[in-house]
């Protein structure tokens, strides 16, 4: 198995409108995608204190619906050797709706890269229009100077939060680790569009906010479970 290919945040959860994927399941999903290889159920069934009936009829119908692989793993022991489940590799999509969503933002990410002389640029500042856009239908007035960036930075956090990014502060006070992704399969196959579009929509919602988007930075799939994003708490100090 390639070593990147579990690298990177992973897909959002719509456990509410899926009742096959239920919140018992996706952390069992989730579980799956943290290990470094494969598990049997009764190791899993011991993490989450649940009968391994229970936590195989999980792990099987992740099987069933592509999100899990599972093999036989050899034994020096009598019988057949016991199942071992490991999350598949390319972390796909688990709402069919997400993915057309999905479809549609990857349609658009290839007409931009076939017609445009300079599609990064462009899903950058189609990024930018949405990040300001977002910031003022949700009534977020705009910082003011004596808070300089800090309530700018909350309020874009929460408002990663709320799209689904899971955006974790990191001990470097200025870095968080973004483990969700909306559109994490279009990204890994159009990163220079959407990661774009993502950084934008950071950078335009947060001088909408009355922030400074100085030394701001994404960095898609840095870090083996998620994307890093460089925010500042304080712009950066102007140059002389």
Do not use: K
């Not at 050899?74 to 598949?88: E, I, Q």
């Not at 189609?126 to 300089?148: E, K, L, N, T, Y």
């Not at 969700?180 to 890994?188: G, Q, S, T």
Request: contains cysteine.
């Amino acid at each position: 198995m390639s070593p990147v290919e579990n690298h990177g945040p992973r897909p959002i959860r719509h456990d509410d409108a899926l009742p096959w994927l239920s919140p018992a399941r996706a952390r069992v999903l989730e579980f799956l995608q943290s290990q470094a290889g494969p598990v049997a159920a009764e190791q899993v069934a011991g993490v989450f204190g649940q009968h391994v009936n229970t936590v195989r009829g999980h792990l099987d119908a992740l099987v069933e619906d592509g999100l899990a692989l599972r093999h036989r793993q050899g034994t020096s022991g009598r019988g057949r050797p016991a199942w071992h489940y490991r999350a598949n590799p390319q972390n796909p999509e688990p709402d069919a709706r997400v993915r057309e969503y999905g479809a549609l933002a990857g349609a658009l990410a290839a007409h931009l890269i076939r017609t445009c002389p300079s599609p990064t640029e462009e899903a950058r500042v189609a990024g930018v229009d949405w990040g300001r856009r977002i910031a003022q239908d949700r009534h977020r007035q705009p910082s003011p100077a004596a808070q300089d960036t800090t309530h700018a930075r909350h309020e874009v956090l929460a408002i990663l939060d709320d799209l689904g990014f899971a955006p974790q502060e990191s001990s470097d006070c200025d870095s968080v680790r973004l483990l969700r992704c909306p559109l994490l399969d279009v990204a890994r196959q159009y990163p220079e569009i959407i990661c774009q579009v993502h950084m934008g929509l950071i950078s335009g919602a947060l001088t909408e906010l009355g922030g400074d988007d100085a030394g701001v930075d994404l960095l898609p799939f840095a870090e083996a479970d998620a994307c890093r994003l460089v925010l500042p708490h304080a712009p950066s100090p102007a140059r002389s």
